[in-house]
């Protein structure tokens, strides 16, 4: 059996799962993560990012498709997402990114009913042996110093 030492992970097991959508939640101050909001959307960490960096972008209003934004929050979302882009390359400096939607539960959404797009930093060899071997994946910055390294390119 293949084990990860992972103790941070036990105060996710034993609190109370909140109701409701997760964006709307951390909008409502329930996440200390948000390290982006502009006037029609908002960055905030992935918890359980695929990568180092992995951030999602999401418009303030709660919509589940692209199709039901109005022009100006389509504009502003992608500018954020554009913004976002930025800080990271200033505080990561990776790369590449992958950058991408999911629209439904069976393309991957964990949340579909609110609209978000996730920004993963990529660098070479991000994905080395004991990822491939092992299928383990390490994520060598905690999400307090990443949110600190976001907000002084905010």
């Known amino acids: 059996m293949d084990r990860l030492w992972a103790p941070w992970r036990v105060n996710y097991l034993k609190s109370k799962k909140p109701k409701g959508c997760v964006f709307c939640n951390a909008l ?37 498709d692209i ?31 992958n950058i991408g939607i999911n629209t439904s539960k069976s393309a991957g959404a964990g949340e579909a009913g609110h609209l978000h797009i996730h920004i993963v930093p990529r660098w070479r060899g991000d994905a080395n042996f004991i990822t491939t071997v092992f299928d383990t994946k390490v994520i060598g910055q905690s999400l307090d110093h990443l949110y600190k390294e976001l907000k002084k390119h905010a």
């Not at 101050?29 to 959307?41: C, E, V």
Request: charged letters at 25%.
């Open 28 to 64: 409502k101050g329930k996440s200390d993560y948000i390290f982006l909001k502009t006037r029609h959307a908002f960055g905030i960490l992935n918890i359980y990012p695929y990568n180092n960096g992995h951030v999602m972008v999401s418009p303030l209003r709660h919509i589940a």
């Open 67 to 97: 199709s039901l934004l109005k022009d100006a929050e389509l504009l502003g979302l992608f500018r954020t997402v554009e913004k976002v882009k930025k800080m990271l390359d200033k505080a990561l400096r990776p790369e590449g990114y």
